[in-house]
């Protein structure tokens, strides 16, 4: 059962809104986002580029910066090593761009998904080294590749660490032992002993700040490269980072940026995928662009990806941009039915009993493991491991929820695992098969999840009557933008409404259309666009299927619902009217 919780949080909201020029409302839901103080309040409103921390705050950058500007300037051989999702890809293209507009000597390599496995391994380094590389950098990964970084340095070569994942530990009692690898410089804002003042980077802003410290260093204008800061919006929200502090900025800037890109490659990618350019949101790179370079490294390889932002010219970006428009189709039709395959071993097994879930589907592809986890995780909502055969053993994903701390929970099970790496909400692991079952077991034996923690929590900003949704509201919402996780879109609620009628629209009958009154008498339109059939099925399990489609007929009889929704505005033949999009619903409570 959803928790649906009212926030009250206090402060002098006409103050707030007399001193930044905004509705109490809105101030209202800024400090329900933890914004506070004029400081806070005024970077969460008006924050720019110029607002980002220096990045010669973290700790290894100053060393980091040394090392590379004397590999620049004697002209040793620099290979990228990142990683194949969204976040590796593009920060692989931000260090190659960087580098190479201070005329470094500088190439990449991506692992395989399947044939490499995940970060560094000891053949990629063979391979650098017996390529003449003199110096590897990586980029999303590295933090726990201690072993093949000794390798490396074993052969003579210079290694930096780029990452922003934890650094591995041991727990002797209730003290924390860290790993760190034995590079010659390591730049992670999560490694022990950073004063970095943000620690929720995405791998893609971490090089960002490598790469505009080495030009501030060298004497080159940054302002040549602020494109760059296109591609760490695009990692920033594909790879699912908290929207605050400079998260925030960069997606914000990036955004506004992507509208009037110049890059062959991503204007391919938007106009193939059919979004408008001036409209671009946080939800086009998720769930439309993102998964979309995603899936060359789930199913291809990720150079395709990488070769996209690499395109010069608007034919070779239109091939490529294709390309990966069509392996995302295929994508999506294999994660169907792996979420199908998981769902069914859930009913039939005694496995959807578990706190946490583990499900083995050996005929799933291994790179899709995360995205079904995800998918299992929001429909049953609780921690989710899919698990699949692999070339050595078993490999796969985990998704979280916000009471346990998946990296934490797993490093307690690290004696079962070949593998493992992560973070809180999110981790990826490799045991032997006959493994497989005692980890299920250890993890749910260690795990402490109260049934309160298994209910998702519905956290609703404010009720808001009907009468106040119009076209200046909505529109001064947009200054919240962009939303995303750690900075969700307001959920606003009303009790008792008064569903009046609905039909059914779309090719398939999937999206509800509802006309609602709310307790004052306003009435206004509803859409429902993601869970229309289980809305009819709860009305129909409360009021009957005969009231149901008669209430779909045109023909209302007395329905009372409680919803939460986002205002928005209908433009249709140049009209445009107010309506509200659900989220959540309820039978009303008499």
């Known amino acids: 059962m959803e928790r649906w919780v009212l926030l009250r949080k206090g402060a002098d909201f006409e103050t707030i809104s007399r001193k930044f020029g905004i509705s109490r409302r809105l101030a209202s839901l800024i400090r329900n986002r933890e914004v506070m103080g004029d400081e806070e309040i005024d970077r969460y409103l008006n924050g720019t580029i110029a607002d980002l921390h220096d990045g010669m705050q973290m700790k290894g950058m100053a060393r980091a910066v040394r090392i590379l500007r004397e590999k620049i300037e004697s002209r040793e051989k620099i290979r990228i090593i990142g990683d194949y999702d969204i976040d590796g890809i593009n920060a692989t293209y931000i260090l190659l761009e960087g580098i ?28 650098a080294h017996q390529e003449g590389v003199d110096t590897v950098v990586t980029c999303d990964n590295g ?14 070569m210079t290694i930096i660490v780029t990452d922003h994942h934890e650094a591995p530990y041991d727990e002797n ?51 040549e490269l602020n494109y760059l800061i296109e591609n760490v919006a695009i990692a920033t929200v594909g790879d699912v980072m908290e929207l605050s502090d400079e998260n925030r900025i960069f997606v914000k800037e990036g955004l506004r940026m992507l509208g009037r890109t110049n890059s062959p490659g991503l204007r391919a990618l938007i106009e193939c995928t059919g979004i408008e350019r001036d409209k671009i949101r946080a939800y086009h790179i998720g769930f439309v662009l993102g998964p979309c370079m995603n899936a060359t490294g789930r199913l291809d390889t990720a150079k395709r990806a990488l070769g996209l932002l690499r395109a010069k010219n608007k034919k070779e ?23 199908a395959q998981a769902k069914e071993l859930l009913e039939c097994t005694e496995a959807g009993r578990d706190k946490v879930l583990v499900l083995y589907l050996p005929e799933c592809h291994e790179s899709l493991a995360g995205i079904v986890a995800g998918r299992i995780r929001e429909s049953c909502y609780k921690p989710t491991f899919v698990l699949t055969d692999a070339k050595e053993g078993i490999k796969g994903s985990g998704r979280s929820i916000d009471a346990y701390h998946m990296y934490e929970e797993i490093t307690k099970c690290k004696d079962l695992l070949t593998r493992y790496g992560g973070h809180k909400l999110a981790a990826g692991l490799s045991l032997k098969k006959e493994n497989l079952e005692k980890f299920g077991r250890m993890l749910n034996e260690n795990c402490n999840l109260t049934e309160e923690d298994m209910s998702e929590k519905v956290a609703i900003d404010m009720e808001l009557p009907f009468s106040c949704i119009t076209e200046d509201f909505v529109q001064e919402l947009s200054l919240l933008e962009p939303f995303g996780n750690g900075n969700t879109k307001p959920v ?28 004052a008498g306003t009435a206004i339109d509803a859409m429902c666009f993601r869970e229309s059939e289980k809305l009819l099925h709860m009305l129909e399990g409360k009021y009957g299927k005969e009231t149901t489609e008669n209430m779909l007929g045109g023909r209302g009889e007395r329905i009372m619902i409680s919803v939460t929704f986002y205002p928005d505005i209908n433009e249709y033949m140049g009209r445009r009217t107010p309506q509200i999009i659900l989220t959540h619903f309820r039978i009303a409570q008499s």
């Open 143 to 156: 933090i726990a590749a201690a072993e093949e970084i000794a390798f490396g340095k074993s052969l003579g």
């Open 173 to 223: 009692g209730e003290e924390r032992s860290y790993r760190l690898p034995p590079a010659d410089a390591v730049i992670d804002p999560k490694q022990p002993g950073c004063g970095y003042p943000f620690k929720g980077l995405c791998g893609a802003a971490v090089v960002y700040k490598l790469v505009k410290a080495l030009c501030e260093t060298m004497g080159r204008d940054m302002g």
């Open 317 to 339: 970006a239109d091939v490529l941009a294709g390309d990966l428009k069509a392996l995302n189709e295929s994508r999506k039709d294999m994660t169907e039915k792996a979420v």
């Open 492 to 519: 606003f609620a009303a009790r008792n409404v008064e569903i009046l009628n609905g039909k059914l629209l779309g090719k398939n009958r999937n999206v509800l259309k509802l006309r609602v009154k709310d307790s």
């Open 100 to 127: 190479g507009a201070l005329v470094g000597d500088v190439d990449s390599d991506i692992p395989d998904r399947v044939k490499d496995g995940y970060g560094l391994n000891a053949e990629l380094i063979e391979k």
